[in-house]
């Protein structure tokens, strides 16, 4: 590749401009090389603007497809709990940011980072197989069905079961440490030995659940 079709290929009027140079100068008019240099320096600039435009545009694009590929990766889960999932609850979904007031979103990021505010893995009954708390969401009307659904894998399958239900605006579930949790009013407690759940409607609402003699039992922090 020579020089001209190096320079049509990043600009085409360059070109133009080499071959009006050469023709005027086989019929004798010569043009002075610094005035010619000055004509082609705006369109090199012209140029790297154009270069340094569409580098950052590019870079826009990646950034925001790697945020929205980072939020779903979050929330994903193995492929046969999906699978149980979508068969006894059609037309859920995990919730997501997406569903979150700004406020809401907030909140959850201050304390959770960006991890999935609709899913939790948990070693809910301390027995070290696969378990995750998930709040699942629906529209109905012009408000929003959230159910509270524990999963846990036993042998092949997953056993799958609601501990709550919440309707309005869309909470968030996320686990906490064992220990003491007391009710609002200080008439129930619960000593947990494992990892406890949280389902938490910021606006109104926060129950702890945790798996104590041999059944799920619940308190509410807030309501």
């Known amino acids: 590749m020579n020089l001209e079709d190096e320079l049509e290929m990043q600009e085409p009027g360059l070109k133009a401009q080499i071959r009006k140079s050469s023709e005027e100068y086989r ?4 043009r002075d090389a610094g005035a010619f240099l000055a004509e082609l320096r705006p369109k090199r600039k012209q140029l790297k603007s154009m270069v340094v435009f569409a580098a950052a ?3 826009f694009v990646f950034v925001q497809g790697a945020a929205a590929q980072s939020s779903n990766d979050v929330c994903d889960l193995p492929k046969d709990l999906q699978s149980a999932l ?6 859920t979904r995990i919730v997501s940011f997406a569903d979150l007031s700004q406020d809401d979103k907030e909140f959850f990021r201050k304390d959770h980072a960006d991890t999935c505010p609709g899913l939790v893995k948990v070693d809910f009954y301390g027995n070290g197989k696969p ?4 709040a699942l969401t629906t529209k109905s009307g012009a408000y929003a069905s959230t159910k509270l659904v524990l999963a846990h894998k036993t042998q092949a399958s997953w056993r799958v079961i609601i501990l709550d239900k919440a309707d309005g ?4 579930v996320w686990s906490e440490k064992p220990g003491e949790y007391k009710d609002i009013y200080g008439e129930k407690k619960i000593l947990a030995t494992r990892p406890v759940i949280i389902f938490c409607g910021y606006r109104s609402f926060t129950v702890v659940y945790a798996w104590t003699n041999g059944k799920v039992a619940k308190v509410w922090l807030r309501d």
């Open 169 to 172: 605006p869309v909470p968030v």
């Open 57 to 59: 545009a590019w870079l």
């Open 27 to 30: 019929h004798g008019k010569k």
């Open 86 to 91: 979508e068969g006894k609850f059609p037309r």
């Open 131 to 134: 378990t995750f708390a998930l």
